[in-house]
């Protein structure tokens, strides 16, 4: 870096300045080598619109800090020019008395020449217009990156993923199609019902493998608690069979942990599996964007799956649980007025997906392991009391509710990466983060849970529960790579977003079909359904038809939400009013032919045997139950409507 001091130094006979700077362009041709390039760049933006511009920057996945880049490196090049040029003599007026010379002149000279023609001959007041230009133009930069932010579909937070270009029918590498012997299913069950028989049904059409049910023949009678006990123990149950030592060699293996009786799976596993990497891999762009080098430091990755709520319950919003949790990247007008306000036609339906729900998880097994573990043990510090006073925890623990363990082990993730983001962070960051707001590791915006304002996602200015473990740590004890199903691509859950969804037949105009959802619920936002490519005709289920009108995925009724505009794997039916459950299973794609299509996936064993054990499940105890077991011929008309 040059200094240009205030000492006047003697004259030198050099002839002219631009022998000094072609020197100087010998000895240092980094300096000068995109200035060129640079000032082109600039002028190409000038001439295009601003609307084009700002989708140019933020239609990508994550954003691109080339842009910012470039400028500061414009600025740098030129106040490095200006103070090279200070230690000379002003450069002579072009030989205008040689026109073969004026054509001669190369493109450097003629920028080296203008650029040095502009500066002032005083030293400090020439000092002050740099600094003043360099200031104006960080100002420049960071005003125009913060007005690129609008409320359309594609110009969003730049950790945003817009749902078209998630590539989930594009997933590369050796687990980008899964064969059902690499994947396992849990289900934390202590009985059979009609509704624990649809849910198998659906699995089974399917093609899904075999699950294990955890928690069989168990009696709960705790009153004190949700389900009289039973949701404490989904955490215990399935903790078992992952601490299973005949399990261990299963931990590359995905498993799917899913409620019993809310659950119905509508797609094949194959899209279950490419989804999940996908999602995975867009979650970690938004990551490492909001982190910024703390994401490739402290190696984080996104591993487990949740389904994702629009509310961070039963937890107080004012806990740990809940506040650190980062914005939703769903489009921030995707309500309408109603987006993120407490105004839509329930208390929450106007909220964007940003925290989790317990009733669909997916992930290795190695790390599911470490996270049931986690809650296992923040379960029974709980119910010894350990929280006991605290007034941001309900009695008894939420009142046994397992989802509020998980929902704190997300909440102090998300604290933590925000205290190893700022752990990485040195001056010049915090400095630059300033002028450009968006670059990749600058501070999250202010934006509101609920009602209130999260201006500091560690400290927010309102009344709220301390995390009791606030420091760095070096070994990720807070780390579990968590993360939720924001635009309900895996598992859509209905609690307050039963608004958001319905039937479609991609094949048959979308407007009447949203006009009158067959739940009743009038749909709060602008539909849209495209057809996803992930869905490969006479796979789960299709190949069960005769070949002869064997139907396409296009002509089929499809659950929908018709707001983020995908299909979702799963229908998680957790609203505490039920009723959809039985209004709803008629509208299912295989109504009408479950019987025929049950039969033929058994006609599929290789003998008696692997036939009988088509739609049933393997128990924690060791049991082996099949479909009669479990579905006795009185509930046939309520699971096959016959």
């Given at each position: 870096?040059?200094?240009?001091?205030?000492?006047?130094?003697?004259?030198?006979?050099?002839?002219s300045?631009?022998?000094?700077?072609?020197?100087?362009?010998?000895?240092r041709?980094?300096?000068?080598?995109?200035?060129?390039?640079?000032?082109?760049?600039?002028?190409?933006?000038?001439?295009?619109?601003?609307?084009?511009?700002?989708?140019?920057?933020?239609?990508?996945?994550?954003?691109?800090?080339?842009?910012?880049?470039?400028?500061?490196?414009?600025?740098?090049?030129?106040?490095?020019?200006?103070?090279?040029?200070?230690?000379?003599?002003?450069?002579?007026?072009?030989?205008?008395?040689?026109p073969?010379?004026?054509?001669?002149m190369?493109?450097f000279?003629?920028?080296?020449?203008?650029?040095?023609?502009?500066?002032?001959?005083?030293?400090?007041?020439?000092?002050?217009?740099?600094?003043?230009?360099?200031?104006?133009?960080?100002?420049?930069?960071?005003?125009?990156?913060?007005?690129?932010?609008t409320?359309?579909?594609?110009?969003?937070?730049?950790?945003?993923?817009?749902?078209?270009?998630?590539?989930?029918?594009?997933?590369?590498?050796?687990?980008?199609?899964?064969?059902?012997?690499?994947?396992?299913?849990?289900?934390?069950?202590?009985?059979?019902?009609?509704?624990?028989?649809?849910?198998?049904?659906?699995?089974?059409?399917?093609?899904?493998?075999?699950?294990?049910?955890?928690?069989w023949?168990?009696?709960?009678?705790?009153?004190?608690?949700?389900?009289?006990?039973?949701?404490?123990?989904?955490?215990?149950?399935?903790l078992?069979?992952?601490?299973?030592?005949?399990?261990?060699?299963?931990?590359?293996?995905?498993?799917?942990?899913?409620?019993?009786?809310?659950?119905?799976?509508?797609?094949?596993?194959?899209?279950?599996?490419?989804?999940?990497?996908?999602?995975?891999?867009?979650?970690?762009?938004?990551?490492?964007?909001?982190?910024?080098?703390?994401?490739?430091?402290?190696?984080?990755?996104?591993?487990?799956?949740?389904?994702?709520?629009?509310?961070?319950?039963?937890?107080?919003?004012?806990?740990?649980?809940?506040?650190?949790?980062?914005?939703?990247?769903?489009?921030?007008?995707?309500?309408?007025?109603?987006?993120?306000?407490?105004?839509?036609?329930?208390?929450?339906?106007?909220?964007?997906?940003?925290?989790?729900?317990?009733?669909?998880?997916?992930?290795?097994?190695?790390?599911?392991?470490?996270?049931?573990?986690?809650?296992?043990?923040n379960?029974?510090?709980?119910?010894?009391?350990?929280?006991?006073?605290?007034?941001?925890?309900?009695?008894k623990?939420?009142?046994?509710?397992?989802?509020?363990?998980?929902?704190?082990?997300?909440?102090?993730?998300?604290?933590?990466?925000?205290?190893?983001?700022?752990?990485?962070?040195?001056?010049?960051?915090?400095?630059?983060?300033?002028?450009?707001?968006?670059?990749?590791?600058?501070?999250r915006?202010?934006?509101?849970?609920?009602?209130?304002?999260?201006?500091?996602?560690?400290?927010?200015?309102?009344?709220?529960?301390?995390?009791?473990?606030?420091?760095?740590?070096?070994?990720?004890?807070?780390?579990?790579?968590?993360?939720?199903?924001?635009?309900?691509?895996?598992?859509?859950?209905?609690?307050?977003?039963?608004?958001?969804?319905?039937?479609?037949?991609?094949?048959a105009?979308?407007?009447?079909?949203?006009d009158?959802?067959?739940?009743?619920?009038?749909?709060?936002?602008?539909?849209?359904?495209?057809?996803?490519?992930?869905?490969?005709?006479?796979?789960?289920?299709?190949?069960?038809?005769?070949?002869?009108?064997?139907?396409?995925?296009?002509?089929?009724?499809?659950?929908?939400?018709?707001?983020?505009?995908?299909?979702?794997?799963?229908?998680?039916?957790?609203?505490?009013?039920?009723?959809?459950?039985?209004?709803?299973?008629?509208?299912?794609?295989?109504?009408?032919?479950?019987?025929?299509?049950?039969?033929?996936?058994?006609?599929?064993?290789?003998?008696?045997?692997?036939?009988?054990?088509?739609?049933?499940?393997?128990?924690?105890?060791?049991?082996?139950?099949?479909?009669?077991?479990?579905?006795?011929?009185?509930?046939?008309?309520?699971?096959f409507?016959?």
């Amino acid at each position: 870096m040059c200094k240009c001091g205030a000492v006047r130094r003697p004259s030198r006979q050099v002839g002219s300045t631009t022998k000094g700077f072609r020197g100087i362009a010998a000895r240092r041709p980094w300096l000068f080598r995109h200035s060129t390039r640079h000032a082109q760049t600039l002028a190409d933006n000038e001439a295009t619109p601003v609307s084009k511009q700002i989708q140019g920057v933020n239609s990508s996945t994550t954003h691109d800090p080339s842009l910012a880049s470039s400028l500061v490196s414009s600025v740098v090049v030129f106040l490095s020019t200006a103070c090279l040029s200070a230690t000379s003599v002003s450069p002579p007026p072009p030989r205008t008395d040689d026109p073969q010379h004026a054509i001669k002149m190369t493109t450097f000279e003629s920028w080296q020449h203008n650029a040095a023609a502009l500066l002032p001959t005083r030293r400090p007041r020439q000092l002050l217009i740099l600094i003043g230009a360099f200031l104006v133009t960080l100002l420049l930069v960071s005003v125009s990156l913060q007005n690129s932010e609008t409320s359309s579909w594609r110009v969003r937070r730049p950790w945003a993923t817009d749902v078209d270009t998630i590539p989930v029918g594009t997933v590369k590498g050796d687990d980008a199609i899964a064969e059902p012997k690499r994947m396992h299913m849990v289900i934390p069950v202590s009985k059979s019902d009609p509704r624990f028989c649809k849910n198998m049904l659906a699995q089974t059409i399917l093609g899904y493998p075999r699950p294990t049910v955890v928690m069989w023949d168990q009696k709960f009678d705790d009153d004190r608690y949700l389900g009289k006990g039973s949701h404490l123990a989904k955490i215990s149950g399935t903790l078992k069979w992952l601490e299973d030592p005949k399990n261990k060699k299963y931990d590359g293996d995905l498993v799917i942990m899913i409620d019993a009786y809310d659950v119905w799976f509508q797609l094949p596993p194959e899209t279950l599996v490419a989804r999940y990497h996908a999602l995975r891999a867009a979650e970690d762009k938004r990551i490492a964007q909001r982190m910024g080098k703390a994401f490739s430091r402290e190696k984080i990755s996104s591993k487990v799956i949740f389904s994702a709520s629009k509310r961070c319950g039963p937890n107080e919003i004012r806990s740990v649980a809940c506040y650190p949790v980062p914005e939703s990247p769903l489009p921030n007008d995707i309500y309408g007025a109603v987006t993120d306000t407490m105004d839509g036609p329930s208390q929450w339906a106007g909220l964007r997906t940003r925290h989790l729900v317990s009733g669909f998880i997916i992930g290795p097994v190695k790390d599911m392991r470490r996270i049931f573990q986690r809650a296992n043990r923040n379960m029974a510090k709980c119910l010894e009391g350990d929280q006991k006073g605290d007034k941001y925890y309900l009695p008894k623990c939420h009142k046994g509710s397992d989802q509020s363990f998980f929902n704190e082990m997300f909440g102090q993730q998300e604290y933590h990466r925000e205290v190893m983001r700022r752990h990485h962070r040195n001056a010049w960051d915090r400095f630059l983060d300033g002028m450009v707001p968006t670059r990749p590791g600058a501070p999250r915006r202010p934006h509101k849970i609920e009602t209130l304002l999260i201006d500091d996602p560690l400290n927010p200015s309102f009344d709220h529960q301390l995390m009791s473990d606030p420091e760095y740590h070096v070994d990720q004890r807070y780390e579990f790579g968590i993360m939720v199903d924001h635009f309900s691509e895996v598992s859509h859950q209905t609690s307050n977003a039963l608004h958001d969804t319905t039937f479609v037949n991609h094949s048959a105009p979308l407007g009447p079909q949203v006009d009158k959802p067959a739940h009743g619920q009038k749909i709060i936002c602008s539909p849209r359904a495209p057809m996803p490519r992930d869905l490969v005709d006479n796979t789960g289920g299709l190949e069960l038809f005769a070949e002869q009108g064997r139907p396409r995925w296009e002509q089929l009724p499809l659950y929908s939400d018709v707001c983020n505009g995908v299909i979702p794997v799963v229908a998680h039916h957790n609203w505490v009013n039920k009723k959809p459950i039985d209004t709803l299973w008629p509208s299912m794609w295989w109504t009408g032919h479950a019987r025929q299509l049950l039969d033929a996936r058994r006609a599929q064993a290789k003998d008696e045997n692997e036939r009988k054990r088509v739609g049933g499940v393997d128990t924690d105890t060791g049991k082996s139950l099949t479909w009669d077991d479990l579905c006795p011929a009185e509930w046939e008309k309520d699971v096959f409507l016959n």
